[in-house]
Nanobody, 124 residues
């Protein structure tokens, strides 16, 4: 397992921007951002592997950008043009080591390490 600490959540009006950060305690193979609202299942937002292969959920494509600073072991999520439906608890997650078959990057059950979450609230 690897320890993950998120930061950067907050409250914004629709159309605004936020940037989330996730600091990892060690090497990771895959890192991703997930979100959850009460009564709904956790859903994948964006993910990136160690080689830079990136996946986005359709709902955030073109508005969110995931990036990594490998030297700092930090994952970022730049969220632009935020909408009220983006409101939720955002979690960072990681897969520590490569494995076969290749994991489904936006599937929460693939990930074993999770951060504590950071709240994002978007008002209309």
């Amino acid at each position: 397992q690897v320890a993950l600490v998120e930061s950067g959540g907050g409250s914004v009006q629709g159309g605004g921007s936020l940037r989330l950060s996730c600091q990892a305690s060690g090497y990771t193979y895959y890192m991703g951002w997930f979100r959850q609202t009460p009564g709904k299942e956790r859903e994948g937002v964006a993910a990136s592997d160690a080689g830079g292969t990136i996946s986005y959920a359709d709902s955030v494509q073109g508005r969110f950008t995931i990036s990594k600073d490998n030297d700092k072991k930090t994952l970022y999520l730049q969220m632009n043009n935020l909408r009220p439906e983006d409101t939720g608890m955002y979690y960072c997650a990681a897969i520590r080591y490569p494995r076969a078959p290749r994991p489904s990057p936006l599937k929460p059950s693939e990930y074993k390490s999770w951060g504590q979450g950071t709240q994002v609230t978007v008002s209309s």
